[in-house]
């Protein structure tokens, strides 16, 4: 079965959308758009490192978005005016791993499967990564829900409960950091914050409970993977991008439908 | 130190800070605070805006680190917090009782109990963004209260209550004292509802202006150079016994002669 390309991009997309969809809910209370766009577009150069020094990919995205996601927390903490240093960042990050990429000489690099996804070439070690991955993430933010969400609804009420809202801060960079890694290959790096922020915000309409936000915004992606895939087969599209539109159309519908109370 | 009522055993004390000092960047919010609180003390803190009021109270929850001084809490202390406001981003659905399951699970009889005991019983499945501002502030105490504290902080807790919903929640703020033997921490500029209600009332304006019993405070020199005048009245509700208990606050601000408010008894 897994031999089937199509059966490993669908099972690559889901585990994407398991992994973003509790991560992209945070991402979206606690208005880290910006904030998921640096880390991204580290990856780039990420990839630009990881193929200069020859190591695995994911390893170069894996830590490239880790440190661009420890600086980016550092930054907030110092009180920075977040808006514009995390727009410098961002793009900066990802000029940076344009350039970077330039430099390899001898290596063909098809930059755009990095920047906009190559799922339909996963094969069955990088499935297994992915799946790895997002596992972690999910068990990551599984083990800290609690917490996490406190330390969302208040930093203060966090900390007189006894909780270091720093820590849960850290516990989202380091999720984020691996789902841009696991993602990379999925969506690409500029479309990843995307499949983040999209289906968490279709599921918004939906939802009356923190965790029901959660499991809608996975049941979104889900459906927005396999509905991409589907129509990137059909119409003959890039499969990245087509992901991204179908939960794009997703969002539009949920616009329709009246806010629970 | 001016004022105190005495030195206290340490082991007494609930939370205590030593000559703490909060800063942000390059303002200085608040200097050289000594401050404590017992069990089952109701003290208050009033200040003007921007008098580091909210700062004392960061500092104590830890949430901002003293730029001097230090924050001494009683091991395995207890804290229950009421903040000023509280905005739930639109985009987090939220329910009451998820939201008193934060971060500890809470039986449902023990939410409904405690929704009943503030005043608002059979709110749980309400929508956070969805009360009235008498309900979310009780709400936020009954939240402090699942944790059995035994310190209440509550920072401007009465803001956006009318006159009768306010003296309603000091009431069951007293109540909750009586009950418990909780101390309680208040920040406020309801100047004469809370004090009333105080043991000890502190005046603060970047450092410690005075501090002792709500009558004496509102006699010292310091308080009225910064509440003065403009309270159109309200000190009158006040008993004035000019007992001059606060020439003991020997204070920098003291050799400015104080005008004696026009209506003060």
């Known amino acids: ?261 | 130190m001016p004022c105190l009522p005495g030195q206290r055993s340490m082991s007494q004390v609930l939370i205590a800070t030593r000559g703490l000092g909060v800063r942000y960047g390059a303002v200085n919010a608040l200097e050289k605070v000594d401050f404590e609180i017992e069990p089952g003390e109701i003290v208050t803190v009033v200040g003007p805006n921007g008098s580091g009021k909210s700062s004392l109270v960061r500092a104590l929850l830890g949430v901002v680190r003293p730029a001097a001084g230090q924050v001494i809490r009683r091991p395995g202390l207890r804290v229950g917090y009421v903040p000023q406001k509280l905005a739930v981003d639109e985009r987090m659905p939220l329910t009451v009782k998820r939201f008193l399951s934060l971060p500890e699970r809470r039986g449902a009889s023990e939410i409904a109990q405690m929704l009943m005991r503030v005043g608002v019983a059979g709110l749980e499945r309400r929508q956070l963004t969805a009360l009235s501002g008498g309900q979310f502030q009780r709400v936020l105490l009954a939240r402090a209260l699942l944790a059995d504290p035994h310190l209440l902080i509550l920072d401007e807790a009465t803001q956006g209550l009318d006159q009768p919903g306010t003296a309603a929640f000091y009431e069951l703020i007293e109540q909750v004292r009586r009950e418990t033997g909780a101390a309680i921490l208040m920040v406020s500029h309801d100047l004469h509802v809370v004090m009333s209600a105080s043991d000890r009332v502190i005046c603060l304006n970047g450092h410690v202006c005075c501090q002792g019993q709500p009558h004496v405070v509102t006699a010292a020199p310091e308080y009225r150079a910064l509440f003065g005048l403009g309270t159109h009245g309200t000190m009158a509700l006040y008993q004035h016994r000019h007992d001059h208990a606060h020439d003991r606050c020997n204070h920098e601000r003291r050799d400015e002669p104080a005008k004696e408010p026009a209506d003060a008894g």
């Not at chain 1, 020094?53 to 005016?81: H, W, Y």
């Not at chain 1, 001898?106 to 996804?117: N, P, Q």
Request: proline share 3%; hydrophobic share 65%; aromatic share 6%.
């Open chain 1, 1 to 261: 079965m897994l031999d089937d390309f199509l059966v490993r991009a669908a099972l690559a997309g889901l585990a994407v959308a398991l992994a973003a969809g509790p991560l992209g809910a945070f991402v979206v209370w606690r208005r880290m758009a910006y904030f998921g766009e640096a880390t991204a577009h580290a990856a780039i150069l990420g990839v630009a490192l990881a193929l200069g020094f020859e190591i695995s990919v994911f390893a170069g995205t894996l830590a490239t978005a880790l440190v661009m996601a420890l600086a980016v927390t550092q930054l907030s903490g110092r009180g920075m005016a977040m808006d514009t240093a995390l727009g410098v960042l961002a793009h900066a990050a990802l000029a940076f791993g344009l350039v970077a990429v330039s430099f390899l000489h001898g290596v063909r690099v098809d930059l755009s499967a990095y920047l906009f996804g190559d799922i339909l070439a996963v094969g069955r070690d990088e499935l297994a990564v992915i799946w790895l991955g997002a596992l972690a993430v999910v068990g990551l933010v599984l083990w800290r829900w609690n917490a996490l969400l406190t330390a969302t609804v208040s930093e203060e009420l966090a900390k007189a409960s006894g909780l270091d809202p720093a820590r849960e801060r850290l516990v989202l960079t380091v999720a984020l950091a691996l789902v841009v890694a696991v993602a990379l290959q999925v969506v690409g790096a500029l479309l990843i914050v995307a499949l983040l922020i999209v289906p968490a915000a279709a599921a918004r309409p939906l939802a009356r409970s923190p965790e029901g936000m959660a499991l809608v915004t996975v049941a979104i992606g889900a459906l927005s993977a396999l509905g991409g895939l589907w129509g990137s087969l059909e119409f003959d599209t890039p499969a990245g991008p087509s992901i991204v539109v179908a939960a794009s159309m997703l969002f539009a519908a949920s616009l329709a439908l009246p806010r629970r109370a």
